[in-house]
């Protein structure tokens, strides 16, 4: 079983276009998160979420929604499609709480978003 | 200045040890890590080393933490051609993990 599973794992859509981009975690995690990484193979947070409540927003255009139904998803909205929102973005959990598991974040396979 | 910080290649030759260097700018920084990603794939956990721990030992990786400094380094031993990926060191604060810029390791026969 896949831990953390994000879906499409390519997306090819014209600008302007709404795409969402989905993730789901196994692990029974409470913090989840979303990355970006550019060409240059940057890695960047945009958000992350612990127990469906976002406490992290990072400098990301007000275009990227995401949503926590529950603790397992977290899901990535994005609006009004620029071309500089090409990139892959990564879905990533871990559990914070405890030092056994170093606080380890999992990390998906990868989103790969080409906007034309 | 970025909070983590690595070199962006390494060339090394098939059989030789690889060391990838990363400095930190946070001393409250309680666990870091390293990651590998392959081309086209995700990152995948290589290795974590506890703040409090000078260094960490796993088969052919070595990881060394100098606290002071502010530095880490992850030391592969006889490395391969498959070895061939990029590494991300990571700091962890509070709920923020936050990464290097990444090193591209070359290995060459």
């Known amino acids: 079983d896949t831990a953390v599973s994000q879906t499409p794992k390519y997306l090819v859509t014209q600008m302007g276009n709404d795409k969402s981009i989905k993730c789901e975690q196994n692990l029974g995690h409470d913090t989840m998160y979303w990355y970006k990484q550019d060409s240059k193979k940057f890695l960047k947070i945009m958000f992350s979420y612990n127990n469906k409540e976002l406490i992290i927003n990072e400098t990301v255009p007000n275009r990227f929604s995401p949503k926590s139904p529950d603790k397992a998803h977290l899901n990535l909205h994005i609006n009004s499609l620029e071309l500089g929102d090409s990139a892959v973005y990564f879905c990533?959990?871990?559990?914070?709480?405890?030092?056994?598991?170093?606080?380890?974040?999992?990390f998906g396979e990868g989103s790969w978003l080409t906007v034309v | 200045g970025e909070d983590v910080e690595q070199s962006l290649f390494l060339s090394v030759r098939e059989g030789d040890s690889s060391v990838i260097n990363c400095t930190y700018t946070d001393s409250s920084s309680t666990y870091l890590y390293w990651y590998k990603q392959e081309p086209g794939a995700g990152l995948q956990l290589l290795t974590y080393?506890?703040?409090?721990?000078d260094m960490k030992q796993d088969q052919r990786l070595t990881v060394l933490l100098n606290k002071k400094d502010k530095h880490l380094s992850l030391r592969i031993a006889d490395t391969q051609t498959g070895d061939s990926a990029i590494y991300f060191c990571?700091?962890?604060?509070?709920?923020?993990?936050?990464f290097g810029r990444g090193t591209s390791l070359i290995v060459h026969p």
């Open positions: 990533a959990s871990s559990q914070d709480g405890g030092h056994h598991s170093g606080n380890t974040i999992y």
């Open positions: 080393i506890f703040s409090n721990m």
């Open positions: 990571a700091e962890r604060k509070s709920y923020i993990p936050t």
